[in-house]
């Protein structure tokens, strides 16, 4: 199990999509956001593949990844940010991420 540093990735607007728009839009762009997650992580970079070990931990409108080490960490949270960034042109609703980084992107298991 990966062990050494977290990303941390959160989907932006939650609150206010509940407030305006209700339960099943929030339910709705939580699937989209977990879809997201799980196909970036598929088509990772095979250089942050550190022995293939990372850990995907999606809850609600976060996902937690447990990661080998700081670059792998630094890496696939950079790759899912920038796969968010770049996909807001191909849709009306883009998803809206907050990536941690530097010294609140990463917290050192040791």
Known sequence: MANKAIVYIDLLGVGKM????????????????????????????SALHRR??????LVGDGVSIMCRDFDQAIGIGCHLFVAAFYGGFRTDHPLCVRFFSGATLLLCLQ
């Open 18 to 45: 509940w407030r305006q728009a209700g339960m099943s839009s929030v339910r709705a762009r939580i699937a989209e956001f977990n879809d997201f997650v799980k196909e970036q992580c598929s088509c990772l970079p």
């Open 52 to 57: 293939g070990e990372y850990t995907v931990i």
